[in-house]
Nanobody
Framework: QVQLVESGGGLVQAGGSLRLSCAAS????????MGWFRQAPGKEREFVAG?????AYADSVKGRFTISRDNAKNTVYLQMNSLKPEDTAVYYC?????????????????WGQGTQVTVSS
């Protein structure tokens, strides 16, 4: 079992930055691929970024968001710069066994509770 707890969400003006953190329980964090997803009201959950044997980003966030991880701290981060109102959503951290990040939500086994990010125009 892996438990995930996100933090770092909040309200920010367009053009601003936020850094989300996701702390994971368990002793084998380094063996999991990690992903960040987001879900806006009335929309499906969508892939944002993933980290494992490689890094992956949604086209909508490339060049603005950076995923990183600290295996010693069992934590994955999402640095979000140049935020836009359309980035407003609940952001979720997810983990899956294996080293390859996936872009489909159903490929992930464990999920955090989510953290709200609101970008005002």
């Amino acid at each position: 079992q892996v438990q995930l707890v996100e933090s770092g969400g909040g309200l920010v003006q367009a053009g601003g930055s936020l850094r989300l953190s996701c702390a994971a329980s368990g002793r084998t964090f380094s063996s999991y691929a990690m992903g960040w997803f987001r879900q806006a009201p009335g929309k499906e959950r969508e892939f944002v970024a993933g980290s494992g044997s490689s890094l992956a980003y949604a086209d909508s966030v490339k060049g603005r968001f950076t995923i990183s991880r600290d295996n010693a701290k069992n934590t994955v981060y999402l640095q979000m710069n140049s935020l836009k109102p359309e980035d407003t959503a609940v952001y979720y951290c997810a983990a899956r066994g294996g080293t390859r990040p996936r872009v489909r939500a159903y490929d992930y086994d464990y999920w955090g509770q989510g953290t709200q990010v609101t970008v005002s125009s």
